[in-house]
């Protein structure tokens, strides 16, 4: 593939997957999470994010639970809450390690290429009625990313009033 068309497929993989690595996974690249988190999470300029006293006053005053959700691993969210001075805010952070068991998420068997350029004839035409692979990867947008949380967390999703339960 040329470089040129990388970025074009890494949105198109995030679009349709709720990740871009829930993307690749799905059309047969291997790798190791971890790598990938640290290469992708590694260049971020976390020394931009500085604390929100005003944000942690907002969160701490909030007679609820307060519990967070997502994409990211564990490390990232760490990093980011504790540049922003949010560490102690939330319950309970629920992320990518929680959701994914390294054992259960493999690619599907080499088919030389077969899905990658699958993909990429869907993202030319899709209204056509081909359909795409579902991602082994447990990730938002994806109900059961939701359903799975929910349930780790011990909520109710007809009576999330009681709890913050921010998602993004």
Do not use: W
């Amino acid at each position: 593939m040329e470089a040129e068309k990388v970025p074009e497929l890494c949105n198109s993989l995030y679009k349709t997957y709720g990740t871009t690595m829930a993307g690749l996974r799905t059309i047969g690249y291997d790798f190791d999470y971890n790598d990938f988190h640290s290469s992708v999470h590694g260049r971020l300029p976390y020394s931009l994010l500085k604390p929100d006293p005003v944000l942690k006053g907002i969160l701490q005053s909030l007679p609820c639970r307060k519990l967070g959700f997502r994409n990211a691993d564990m490390g990232h969210v760490i990093r980011v809450l504790k540049r922003l001075g949010l560490e102690d805010c939330f319950e309970r952070i629920i992320s990518f390690d929680t959701l994914n068991s390294l054992d259960d998420i493999r690619p599907p068997d080499d088919k030389n290429g077969e899905e990658i350029l699958y993909f990429c004839e869907y993202t030319r035409r899709p209204d056509s009625d081909m359909m795409l692979p579902k991602t082994p990867v447990i990730c938002k947008p994806f109900d059961n990313a939701f359903e799975k949380a929910f349930k780790l967390a011990d909520i109710d999703p007809q009576r999330t009033g009681r709890e913050i339960f921010l998602p993004s």
